[in-house]
Antibody, heavy 121, light 108 residues
């Protein structure tokens, strides 16, 4: 079965850093374009960024609110996607989901179950 | 940036009702429009991609239509398990390749 499992969420102080991970299985991770999407408590979905496969150049793109603070990376040998969150603000508090991106149509499927990041002093 | 809007923001309906949710893009996105269903405390689930293609395993009571700037998601006969929040998502822009609408909550 195709599966994405996020981990690494937790409580972090404003200005702090945290890295969350997404372990993939059941598909060719190295060929996949991967996304991070977040959802603040009680709010809608917000795209965070994506990373293309190395075969497609490995480029990353970020949403404006996180550009320069968040870094997406991947370790294809471990089938794992990472999101490094730096200079965290209270408004970054959210459930962070990883999802596979279909580069032909742009849909996101499947999704992981999410990991909660709480930024609070 | 491409902005997405949805209407209504919420609606009340009964089992068996026909439900229509509208999504509008701030500029033409051809058919690069996808729909998701999200239930509380769960990850979103892809329902429809490319405006009108039903994802495998999704019941046929769900359908999508539209192109350009105006799109609809229709549930032909609402079932108890369909009470959820629905999001549209554009995938046309190369600058910001994923943008979600604000969501429509379907309530009993």
């Amino acid at each position: 079965d195709v599966q994405l499992v996020e981990s690494g969420g937790g409580l972090v102080k404003p200005g702090g850093s945290l890295t969350v991970s997404c372990a993939a299985s059941g598909f060719s991770f190295s060929n996949a374009w991967m996304n991070w999407v977040r959802q603040a408590p009680g709010k809608g979905l917000e795209w965070v960024g994506l990373i293309k496969s190395k075969a497609a150049g490995g480029r990353t793109d970020y949403a404006a609110p996180v550009k320069g603070r968040f870094i997406i990376s991947r370790d294809d040998s471990r089938n794992t996607l990472f999101l490094q969150l730096n200079s965290l603000k209270a408004e970054d508090t959210a459930v962070y989901y990883c999802a596979t991106y279909d580069f032909r149509t742009g849909y996101l499927d499947p999704w992981g179950q999410g990991t909660l990041v709480t930024v609070s002093s | 940036d491409i902005q997405m809007t949805q209407s209504p923001s919420s609606l009340s309906a009964s089992v068996g009702d026909r439900v229509i949710i509208t999504c509008r893009a701030s500029q033409s996105i051809s058919t690069y429009l996808n729909w998701y269903q999200q239930k509380p405390a769960k990850a979103p689930k892809l329902l429809i991609y490319a405006a009108s293609t039903l994802q495998s395993g999704v019941p046929s009571r769900f359908s999508g239509s539209g192109s350009g700037t105006d799109f609809t998601l229709t549930i032909s006969s609402l079932q108890p398990e369909d009470f959820a929040t629905y999001y549209c998502q554009q995938s046309y822009s190369t600058i910001e390749p994923v943008t979600f609408g604000p969501g429509t909550t379907v309530e009993i």
